[in-house]
């Protein structure tokens, strides 16, 4: 079957850092992506990772290794605004996106 | 334009009405998707468009018809829906189907069945 895991809910300080994990087995793999969604709102795409590594935009980095099936969102110097759900998403054998329940990310003072 | 956009906002529909929702870009993008969301839970794959032509129905059942009438335009027909069918109702595209295929959503319908 296909599965993807990931915390439901983490908190951290505004300012921080904070890492948020995806484990992930799927049928095929044909990149990962994060996807960040406010409350009632539509997903934003963060970030794509296909091959190993680390991938940096800025404040976020995004790490992945296929061998493990595990990947990570980093996010650092966090803003109140970005208290949100983050997504972990799957490219599997017929290029759908499998996704992960979500993370709710909370961000306090 | 690097926008989907989806009308209407909110739509309330008795068991017996009829309605469609309707999704929009002009991105030039030849896929184009269409998924259920309920709350606190991630989006949920309903049907795929690649080329205008229907590529993907997740097991959808018929209450929900899909048409894609050119490659900017994507609507969903409903009809005799049930309560349990309240969700939020995203649209999404991409480039291509078989490729790095990141998906731009539309803000949703938010749907209510009474």
């Known amino acids: 079957g296909q599965n993807i895991d990931q915390p439901t809910e983490m908190t951290a300080t505004e300012g921080a850092i904070v890492q948020i994990n995806c484990t992930y087995q799927?049928?095929?793999?044909?990149?990962l992506f994060w996807y960040q969604q406010h409350a009632g709102e539509a997903p934003t795409f963060l970030s794509y990772?296909?091959l190993d590594g680390l991938e940096e935009k800025g404040r976020f980095s995004s790490f992945l290794s296929r061998s493990k099936g595990y990947s990570y969102l980093l996010l650092k110097e966090l803003q109140m605004k970005e208290s949100a759900s983050y997504h972990c998403?799957?490219?599997?054998?017929?290029?759908?996106?499998?996704w992960g329940a979500g993370t709710k990310l909370i961000i306090k003072p | 334009d690097t926008e989907v956009t989806q009308t209407p906002k909110h739509l309330v529909m008795g068991m017996t009405n009829k309605k469609s929702l309707k999704c929009e870009q002009h991105?030039?993008?030849?896929?184009m998707y269409w998924y259920k969301q309920k709350a606190k839970k991630p989006p949920e794959l309903m049907f795929v468009?690649?080329?205008?032509?229907?590529?993907i129905n997740e097991s959808v059942p018929s209450r929900f018809s899909p048409e894609c009438p050119n490659s900017s335009l994507l609507n969903l027909h409903l009809h005799a829906l049930q309560p349990e069918d309240s969700a939020l109702y995203l649209c999404?595209?991409?480039?291509?189907?078989?490729?790095?295929?990141?998906?731009?959503f539309g803000p949703g319908t938010r749907l209510t069945v009474l």
């Open positions: 990772n296909v």
């Open positions: 998403a799957v490219s599997d054998s017929n290029y759908q996106l499998i």
């Open positions: 468009y690649s080329y205008e032509k229907l590529s």
């Open positions: 799927t049928s095929g793999f044909n990149g």
């Open positions: 991105m030039g993008h030849r896929a």
């Open positions: 999404a595209s991409s480039q291509h189907l078989d490729s790095y295929n990141e998906q731009f």
